[in-house]
């Protein structure tokens, strides 16, 4: 019996797991030179840098990397200017690679 469940359990476990991270990163750093090397698409360069963001925005969890960029400053900090500075904390990468 403990070793059906146990096998379950793993196979639950396996069924879960998400893949190598740098698979991960991989695929989506593909998708986003799939997507800037396919400007004959037909999509304006507002709606690919639209498309590439929300691939960025999957990779990036921009609320703990403000968090950690302001530091012990961030509990001093509003939910509403902590909330902005994580816009304006992403905004930053967002014009650094246009």
């Known amino acids: 019996m403990a070793l059906g469940v146990l096998i379950v359990q793993v196979g639950v476990v396996s069924a879960a797991y998400a893949g190598d991270p ?3 990163i991989r ?6 030179f799939h997507l800037l090397g396919a400007a004959s ?3 304006t360069p507002t709606e690919r840098d639209t498309a590439v963001r929300k691939i960025v925005d999957e990779m990036f969890d921009w609320t703990e990397m403000a ?9 001093q900090r509003t939910p509403a200017e902590q909330e902005k500075f994580v816009q304006l904390f992403a ?7 246009s």
Request: aromatic share 8%.
């Open 22 to 24: 740098t698979d991960q």
């Open 27 to 32: 695929q989506r750093v593909g998708r986003v």
């Open 41 to 43: 698409s037909g999509e």
């Open 67 to 75: 968090k950690r960029a302001l530091g012990r400053h961030w509990a």
């Open 91 to 97: 905004s930053v990468f967002e014009r650094a690679t």
